[in-house]
């Protein structure tokens, strides 16, 4: 089947700390800017896919954006959850409905109200997983969020890869020399090792720089096909693939590896028709610096253990021989759940990376994950069908 529709709009929005935040306000205006990229009106918008975010219980988005949007009669519509896989996994759908000429213009969209001056984004997400069941009984231990579970998986990676805080900060170190570059980046400055140490544990071994900086806003995709009034670059989703395991870790599996990811990666590459070779830009959905380590092996860039001094080399900075995470990833940049990866990838597509941009980038790899490493997405993105 030919990969005619694409990426064609694209509209971002990032509120301010001192900004009462508007779930389907942000939503809409992503939309708006979105839809003149692409040069449509919203009247012509005939499909509205939906990000919805069981984190956020107070102000997130429902199917009600299709009543508040001045969209026209709308053939597809619906909304979905899949943990910080959803935006890929819907960016996918979105491509096959145009496709197969079930609707022109298709909207993704993600948007939440996590972070307000009175909200921070401790208490905004804490209590991820709920007050029951087994969830119930971790956070009856202590376990509150995904900070400490994350904070598990890296204590366990430690020890079965030889690593240790060093591969942590060699993460956030070079993710940090990207958001300097990002004008859209939450913190742009510089990251010393003594910056890095004396940032407070929220639970050992993960420092705040290590932690994914959340803030409310929204991110919404135009998916159609390219026409002349479109200005900017196409972006093709070329290949994706997922796997959820759901928390069921067995033996001979350790408990915090991403059992299939690496089956993820190579169906993905394989439906796009390309290797790994060819992916010139790597964007990783970072909750935490321990991600891209696990990631990268998983992936086959690095053997078991090496990501880390990968890293540290230089190889994931720019001019590296592998860009990963070029808009300072989740941790330095901004955490909008599955989307942040993908408008990295799409603006690297497009070149308009300004500072950071990778020299003739075609071809980029977003890699999601979901909960605690239980959801695995991987979705190719290109400049060629």
């Known amino acids: 089947m030919s990969l005619s529709a694409a990426i064609t709009g694209m509209g971002v929005v990032i509120c301010g700390p001192k900004e009462i935040p508007d779930a389907t306000g942000n939503a809409l205006s992503a939309i708006s800017m979105a839809a003149r990229e692409a040069g449509i009106d919203l009247r012509e918008i005939d499909g509205l896919l939906i990000n919805q975010n069981e984190l ?46 079930e609707a022109d213009n298709v909207v993704v969209v993600f948007a939440d109200a996590a972070i307000s001056p009175n909200a921070p984004s401790g208490a905004a997400f804490a209590s991820m997983g709920g007050d029951t069941g087994y969830r119930g009984l971790e956070r009856a231990g202590g376990m509150l969020g995904a900070v400490a ?114 089956e993820v990666f190579t169906d993905a590459l394989k439906q796009a028709r390309t290797t790994a070779d060819a992916i010139d830009n790597l964007q990783i959905y970072d909750a935490f610096t321990i991600v891209p380590l696990v990631m990268m092996e998983e992936l086959g860039v690095v053997g078991p253990g090496e990501a880390g001094s990968f890293i540290a080399a230089g190889n994931t900075r720019h001019g590296g021989s592998l860009p990963v995470n070029t808009g300072g990833g989740q941790i330095s940049g901004f955490y909008l759940q599955g989307a942040t990866p993908l408008i990295e990838a799409v603006t690297q597509l497009r070149g308009q990376g300004g500072n950071r941009q990778i020299a003739d980038a075609s071809t980029s790899m977003v890699v999601s994950v979901g909960g605690r490493l239980e959801s695995v997405n991987a979705l190719v993105m290109g400049v060629q069908q």
């Open 149 to 262: 579970a994350y904070a598990l998986i890296a204590q366990h990676y430690f020890v079965e890869r030889n690593a240790d805080i060093d591969d942590l900060f060699a993460v956030a170190q070079a993710q940090r020399s990207w958001a300097v570059e990002n004008p859209l980046a939450w913190i742009r400055e510089p990251l010393t090792r003594e910056k890095y140490d004396a940032a407070p544990l929220v639970a050992a071994p993960l420092r705040r720089l290590d932690c994914a900086r959340p803030v409310s806003g929204a991110a919404a995709f135009i998916v159609s096909k390219p026409n002349s009034s479109n200005s900017l670059n196409p972006v093709y989703v070329r290949g994706m693939a997922q796997r959820h395991t759901m928390r069921r870790r067995h033996a001979p599996h350790s408990p915090w590896r991403p059992v299939g990811a690496s």
């Open 56 to 101: 956020i219980a107070d102000d997130h988005l429902t199917l009600d954006l299709s009543r508040r949007g001045a969209f026209g009669t709308l053939k597809v519509l619906y909304e979905l959850e899949s943990k910080g896989t959803t935006m890929s996994v819907l960016l996918k759908q979105a491509t096959e409905i145009v496709n197969a000429g």
